[in-house]
């Protein structure tokens, strides 16, 4: 797989570490593919299913919530006994972390119908995704990862109704890629602007690639 600390062109110069952007499609996009998106889509949801599915065999009834429970303790629990006991956030852990929510950010474009090609689980496509590798003993608190999650629960409230827009968004930009083959460039940049916010309250909260919180903003 790609480097996972600098995927895709250097992030221009900002405050805040971890940077997402999107390359808006230039040509028209595909208006069959763009109907049966979520057909289409089936084979590398079942992918990630699968992944989800040995991370969370310890569950025992297969509700949702209880896997993303599963999930974010694959994720997150490791990385946080590393950083209490050790003060340390081996690079192979950090590539794996940063590579798989690299995937998903591919995926979740795929499913946002922001872009055509099919997501690939290693080349960067046109996801432009910079998480920078911290010296744990020097940029990240042994004790603060305890309490992350907490602290970015205005976050969570705040993706929330972002989400919602997000769907609505879908709709419309699925109704005119149907038309015109065009992605309306104000709804591409709010969905953007979404998984940009997402991606960085999961790098504080969860994946503890940083402990600068979250800005709260769609932008860069």
């Avoid at 003060?87 to 995937?103: E, G, M, Q, S, T």
């Avoid at 290693?122 to 996801?127: F, S, T, V």
Wanted: aromatic share 16%; charged share 15%.
């Amino acid at each position: 797989m790609s480097s996972p600390e600098t995927i895709g062109p250097p992030a221009p110069a900002d405050p805040y570490p971890v940077q997402l952007d999107v390359e808006y499609p230039e040509r028209p996009l595909n208006r069959v593919t763009t109907f049966f998106r979520l057909l289409l889509a089936i084979p590398v949801l079942i992918l990630l299913e699968l992944f989800v599915q040995s991370a969370s065999s310890f569950s025992t009834d297969g509700s949702g919530a209880q896997t993303a429970t599963a999930v974010g303790g694959f994720l997150f629990l490791p990385t946080l006994l590393l950083l209490l006991f050790r003060h340390r956030y081996p690079r192979w852990w950090f590539d794996f972390n940063v590579n798989l929510l690299a995937f998903t950010n591919r995926v979740a474009i795929y499913l946002y119908l922001m872009r055509d090609e099919y997501p690939s689980t290693e080349d960067r496509q046109a996801l432009n995704l910079r998480v920078p590798y911290p010296d744990a003993k020097t940029e990240l608190s042994r004790g603060l990862p305890l309490v992350k999650w907490l602290l970015a629960f205005p976050h969570y409230v705040v993706l929330f109704f972002l989400g919602l827009g997000l769907v609505v968004t879908i709709l419309i930009a699925w109704i005119a890629i149907l038309f015109t083959g065009r992605y309306p460039r104000g709804l591409f940049d709010y969905a953007v602007g979404t998984l940009r916010w997402s991606t960085r309250v999961t790098c504080y909260a969860f994946l503890l690639t940083t402990d600068r919180y979250p800005p709260f903003r769609l932008g860069p």
